[in-house]
């Protein structure tokens, strides 16, 4: 059975750091691309950042760029997302899932398969 489990949020005021942990469990997943998406409250699902099999390639929505950092560490089926200057509008519930680009070559992801954590609340206050 496939487990995915986030964590690392909590409540931080702006321009404060977090790094979120994903914990995959139950297959390997050193050769999937991997990503982090969130939901604020009222608001769908959002990509936010994606990183290749091999971790040589990574890839971000344009209001984390400069500030966010996705990682990977296959040995230990661990995914990481470091996020620097957070601000409000970063408040959401974060996830990480496998994922696929939305078209080739996009640098826009989308979950591939349709199973998720609990994610983990990441609040920043003003």
């Known amino acids: 059975q496939v487990q995915l489990l986030e964590s690392g949020g909590g409540l931080v005021q702006a321009g404060g750091s977090l790094r979120l942990s994903c914990a995959a469990s139950g297959r390997s997943f050193s050769n999937y691309d991997m990503g982090w998406f969130r939901q604020a409250p009222g608001k769908g699902r959002e990509f936010v950042a994606a990183?290749?099999?091999?971790?040589?390639?990574?890839y971000y929505r344009d209001s984390v760029k400069g500030r966010f950092t996705i990682s990977r560490d296959n040995a230990k089926n661990m995914v990481y997302l470091l996020m620097n200057s957070l601000k409000p509008e970063d408040t959401a519930v974060y996830y990480c899932?496998?994922?696929?680009?939305?078209?080739?070559?996009?640098?826009?992801?989308?979950?591939?398969?349709?199973?998720w954590g609990q994610g983990t609340q990441v609040t920043v206050s003003s």
């Open positions: 899932n496998t994922a696929v680009p939305r078209s080739p070559g996009s640098s826009w992801y989308i979950p591939l398969y349709n199973y």
């Open positions: 990183i290749n099999w091999s971790g040589g390639s990574t």
